[in-house]
């Protein structure tokens, strides 16, 4: 995993990540704590694309479930919390 300071961000701009984020993400570190995720376009375009694929590949699967009637409904978000914890089992 690559880091770096936001200190360093600040004193050498931009140019402080482009050598490493040939080699992937950059994280970077603000308080001493990892804050932020430095990614090239090319990077973060494919995760956007593989995101709406995976909704889009749910809201299908959901949607077939709906008119095969395989759905359930409850009366109460307590009970659909019940329902998921014995699924879990």
């Known amino acids: 995993m690559k880091t770096i ?28 704590k990892l804050q932020y995720v430095v990614l ?13 694929a995976s909704y889009t590949t749910r ?6 479930d709906l008119e095969k009637g395989e759905t359930q409904s409850f009366n109460n978000p307590d009970d659909l919390l019940e329902a998921i914890d014995k699924s879990d089992q």
């Open 5 to 32: 300071t936001a200190q360093e961000i600040k004193r050498r701009g931009i140019s402080a990540v482009d050598d490493d984020l040939k080699d992937g993400p950059v994280h970077v570190i603000k308080n001493n």
């Open 40 to 52: 090239d376009e090319e990077r973060y375009s494919n995760l956007i694309r593989e995101q709406e």
């Open 59 to 64: 809201l299908d699967q959901a949607l077939t």
